[in-house]
Nanobody, 125 residues
Framework: QLQACGGGLVQPGGSLRLSCAAS????????MGWFRQFPGKGEEFVAA????????RYLDSGKGRFTISRDNARNTGYLQMNSLKPEDTAVYYC????????????????????WGQGTLVTVSS
């Protein structure tokens, strides 16, 4: 089970750190990903990190603003989001992927085996 938290209301330019805590299984076996869903719209890949943290991939609009990380000892993944914009407003989901890392396909929803519930991020003044 994955539990995402850390969302909330933040002003434009602000920061949030989302956490994704796993229970019942070790995240060391999984790559971790973050996706987001905009109100009334589709889902979008945000970032992914490999099992050992050596590989990452980001949504283009998140590069330089978002940082994905993980602490396998704490069985938790993170998404640090800086310089937030109103267009970042969405429900953010974390997910776990047991397949071999493939940078080109880490943005595919169907790769991921397990999903957490979403956490709402609202960027507004």
């Amino acid at each position: 089970q994955l539990q995402a938290c850390g969302g909330g209301l933040v002003q434009p330019g602000g920061s949030l750190r989302l956490s994704c805590a796993a229970s019942g299984r070790s995240i060391t076996y999984y790559h971790m990903g973050w996706f987001r869903q905009f109100p009334g719209k589709g889902e979008e890949f945000v970032a992914a990190i490999s099992r050992n943290g050596d590989n990452t991939r980001y949504l283009d609009s998140g590069k330089g603003r978002f940082t994905i990380s993980r602490d396998n000892a704490r069985n938790t993944g993170y998404l640090q989001m800086n310089s937030l914009k109103p267009e970042d407003t969405a429900v953010y989901y974390c997910a776990a992927d047991s397949r071999a890392w493939n940078t080109g396909s880490m943005d595919e929803h169907n790769r991921y085996d397990y999903w957490g519930q979403g956490t709402l991020v609202t960027v507004s003044s």
